[in-house]
């Protein structure tokens, strides 16, 4: 199926450059970009060209002018292939529009992951404003071996079908299960369950552990070696926020060689970034196929109810109530308000984070940029809306912390090739080049900041000015694009 997948692909690629090859100097191309500064990371093209677009596909790089229906000039702007976020939790075009304006053109649900696929690729079909795609969501499989409840699961996907269900949702719903043991024959149903979901369209396997951190290590190896046998890539939130967790994921990958990638390093990892960083590297140079990925800011979002404050949560984690933000009022929490909270359940943002580590991880080199957004709500943590454009702000334009090449890279090619070997697709993602997807987004340098904060809530990031999605412009000027839908599924290799 995969290499189907590919061929088909690549004689499409082939059947637009040949048809235009095969046209006169005078071509009209549908889009062109003109005059912009164009950055294609995999190639290090960085000059001024114009790019030609022709339906959904990249047609024409050129020092020379090109006619197009559409002529936009882009002089003064960076003309980028499409941000790809590895790392989001919101389901809907409401995070999305928001993800848009922060220069994402791919946006993928892969630490949790998503139940019922199959139904959940058919319920997006021709309604996102970006890509979208999703990894198996290991607990919820998990959930479905172990109870015994049909009519538990049968509601929990009526109401997934309906849109009703979110990942708080599901989460809540399913943390009750993890203290089980689980039993053997459970275990094989579990297995079952994750390959199904993969023939769904599954991008590899969601194993956020931390949300279920008394699952045995014999259970989780067991899932590793499902993932090396099938050269599956396993993202996980690793059990605690501590050096001995990382190593536990790293060993598994390396003993069962399981594809790794381990979301948000920053806060698994906390003010160990270095050595954590260090273990991927020294894995990396061993040939072994693990990576890493941060956000930008210095706190965390997650469900109070989560088992992340379970007895012993400041010493874990280094922090006390005061460093606890509710996201539906804004509130600092005290002890009274916390355990008022736990009880009634929510987000709160975690202020667990100093500014240094999160420079050691942005300079890291091959560590990639992902949001871990949140679903929408007005006071959500800023990274819902702003990790992108925060990072070519702050971190390359104000702070030169790294040069912005380097940060395009983090954005772009690095995420598309880490995910080729799962989504085949994705090799046409994340490059300025002929036949490449027309997948772009266009920014002022000079001005592209987040304009989200803690204490004001969301708001849409400034600076850029253009996103093309699938050769359609779904921003323009700085302005939503309104009812149009170009944002196409993405589906792992093992989609039947």
């Known amino acids: 199926m995969r290499f189907r997948m590919i061929a088909l692909a690549l004689l499409q690629v082939i059947f637009v450059v040949t048809s235009i090859c095969a046209q006169s100097a005078t071509l009209e191309f549908d889009i062109v970009l003109s005059g912009g500064r164009v950055i294609d990371p995999e190639t290090k093209l960085d000059a001024i060209r114009n790019v030609g677009i022709s339906q959904n ?51 993928l649900e892969l630490e949790w992951g998503i139940e019922n696929l199959k139904e959940w690729y058919a319920s997006r079909q021709s ?19 172990i109870n015994t409840d049909g009519k538990i699961v049968k509601d929990m996907k009526e109401t997934s079908m309906k849109g009703e269900a979110t990942l708080a949702g599901m989460q809540d719903r399913i943390q009750h299960t993890y203290t089980m043991d689980i039993l053997p024959v459970q275990m094989n149903t579990t297995l079952e ?53 990382i190593q536990e994921v790293i060993n598994n990958a390396v003993l069962t060689k399981a594809p790794l990638h381990i979301v948000h390093i920053n806060s698994m990892s906390l003010g160990h ?135 395009i890279e983090k954005m772009t090619i690095l995420p598309a090739k880490r995910l080729e070997g799962i989504a085949p697709m994705m090799r046409f993602k994340g490059r300025i080049q002929v036949g490449a997807d027309a997948d772009i987004t266009v920014f002022n340098p000079n001005t592209v900041i987040d304009k989200s904060s803690f204490d004001k809530g969301l708001a849409f990031s400034a600076g850029v000015e253009y996103v093309i999605v699938n050769g359609v412009l779904a921003l323009k000027n700085g302005k939503t694009v309104s009812n149009i839908f170009p944002g196409q599924p993405i589906f792992g290799k093992f989609k039947k």
């Open 127 to 145: 309604k996102a404003l970006i890509n979208y795609g999703a990894s198996v969501c290991w607990p919820y499989e998990r959930f479905k071996a």
């Open 273 to 407: 970034i270095q050595m954590a960083i260090d273990m991927v590297n020294l894995a990396r140079k061993n040939k072994f196929d693990i990576a890493t990925e941060l956000y930008p800011y210095t706190a965390g979002s997650t469900r109070i109810q989560s088992a992340m404050f379970d007895d012993g949560w400041q010493q874990r984690l280094g922090i006390d109530y005061k460093d606890l933000q509710w996201v539906a009022t804004g509130e600092r929490l005290t002890k009274e308000s916390f355990e008022r909270y736990r009880k009634e359940g929510g987000v709160v943002i975690l202020h667990v984070m100093k500014p240094e580590w999160i420079n050691t991880g942005i300079a890291a080199p091959y560590v990639m940029i992902a949001s871990d957004g949140m679903p929408y709500a007005p006071l959500a943590h800023p990274r819902t809306s702003g990790t992108f454009s925060r990072v070519l702000g702050k971190y390359v334009r104000e702070e030169k912390l790294i040069d912005l090449n380097t940060a």
């Open 57 to 107: 596909r990249i047609a024409e790089i050129s020092s020379e002018p090109l006619r197009g229906k559409q002529v936009i000039n882009v002089a003064g702007l960076v003309v980028a292939p499409g941000f790809i976020d590895l790392h989001v939790h919101g389901r809907s075009n409401k995070e999305q529009e928001y993800q848009l304006h922060d220069g994402l053109t791919t946006a």
């Open 193 to 245: 369950n994750i390959k199904q979901s993969l023939a769904e369209g599954g991008i590899g396997i969601g194993v956020p552990i931390g949300y279920l951190p008394k699952t045995k290590p014999e259970e989780m190896y067991e899932v590793f070696k499902l993932a090396g046998e099938m050269n599956a890539l396993v993202y996980t939130h690793v059990r605690q926020p501590d050096i001995i967790s």
